[in-house]
């Protein structure tokens, strides 16, 4: 069974100003599947429809025509609901509180019972690097503490699937390794990891599949061995940006069209 199946997937924004009528096409007929256990690189420029696509994944908006499902539940149902982890692209969180306080309240919200809840809170923390901090309150927390936090938090259901909305955003060198190692740990565990990013050569480096979207439509889906004719580990080890070239092919190409 796919992690996301999604077929002929279209949204379509009605504007509410009436200086403009004009119907904004988000996604056209979008098609992806991300298979169990793999990690997904979903990349394309601003406003091609990455965010819109992942927010009809999570449930935030309905999709205009077309189907979404997470291993094999639609979108935005509470069976598919239960089945994955989610960190937007901003994220924000009640300052005064501390980091396991805040964990245990999200915990609470999947009827967790206290010593599954402690059990979570201890294992997420340990994952992401923040055992140490789990008293002190998130205003304490740098940019990337809380970049991992956030990770903590969608895996405190313990999900099969992990959504993350550009989990680098923002982050200095040092914190975009922490997060790619943690990351690359969890694909070792079992888990299934969909995420979109801008940063090319962080999803050359841990990405099994890549999709390259643009204008609410799939340019390209496929392995990056398959595209770049070089294994994974020579792929880690160049210090050409291959994927980068391929990537403003694609767009310009179609731009051009």
């Known amino acids: 069974m796919n992690g996301i199946l999604i077929e002929n997937l279209v949204k379509t ?23 169990k256990g793999e990690i997904f690189g979903f990349i394309g420029p ?23 499902l997470i291993f094999g539940e639609p979108a935005g149902s509470l069976e598919a609901r239960r089945q994955f982890g989610y960190l937007s692209e901003i994220s924000y969180y009640y300052p005064f509180m501390e980091a396991g306080e805040l ?6 919200l999947f009827d967790l019972d206290f010593q599954t809840r402690e059990q979570r809170i201890k294992l997420v923390l340990e994952e992401v690097g923040l055992a140490e901090w789990r008293n002190q309150r998130l205003s304490d927390f740098s940019k990337g503490m809380q970049q991992r936090f956030g990770i903590a938090q969608a895996l405190i ?8 909305d550009e989990p680098t955003s923002g982050l200095d060198p040092i914190g975009q390794k922490e997060v790619k190692n943690i990351i690359l740990k969890l694909k070792d565990k079992g888990y299934t990891i ?47 940006n291959t994927l980068e070239q391929i990537f403003f092919d694609l767009i310009t190409k179609a731009r051009e069209e």
Not at 226 to 239: A, D, F, P, V, W
């Open 194 to 240: 969909f995420f979109s990013s801008h940063k090319l050569t962080e999803v050359e480096n841990i990405c099994d599949n890549i999709g390259i979207i643009n204008r609410g439509q799939m340019l390209l889906v496929d392995k990056l061995e398959n595209l770049l004719g070089i294994s994974k580990e020579q792929i880690r080890n160049s210090q050409n």
């Open 13 to 35: 924004f009605h504007p509410t100003s009436s200086r403009s009528k004009e119907p904004i096409k988000a996604l056209q007929g979008l098609n992806l599947k991300v298979a």
């Open 46 to 68: 601003n406003g091609a429809g990455k965010t819109t696509a992942i927010k009809i994944l999570v449930g935030l908006i309905r999709p205009t025509s077309g189907k979404a």
């Open 157 to 164: 259901s313990d999900p099969p699937l992990l959504i993350l």
């Open 103 to 108: 964990l245990d309240y999200y915990a609470r």
